[in-house]
């Protein structure tokens, strides 16, 4: 279980890293339009990440 866990963690820095290693300029605006968000904003943006990644989880888990 940890070991699942830690290479779950290790595919989110993958994943996290690439748009920055690709595409530096586009992420750079990204992130900086990103901090003229509202807070309400960026927690909506967080809680739809979340359902998302619970329900792409709940398919690969039960297909």
Sequence with gaps: MADTLWAAL???L???GLMPF???RAWRETFRK???M???QIRFI???SIALGLAGFL???YA
């Design 10 to 12: 290790a595919l989110v």
């Design 14 to 16: 993958v994943v996290e």
């Design 22 to 24: 690709v595409a530096p």
């Design 34 to 36: 990103l901090t003229e």
């Design 38 to 40: 509202s807070d309400g």
């Design 46 to 48: 967080g809680l739809a």
């Design 59 to 61: 398919v690969l888990h």
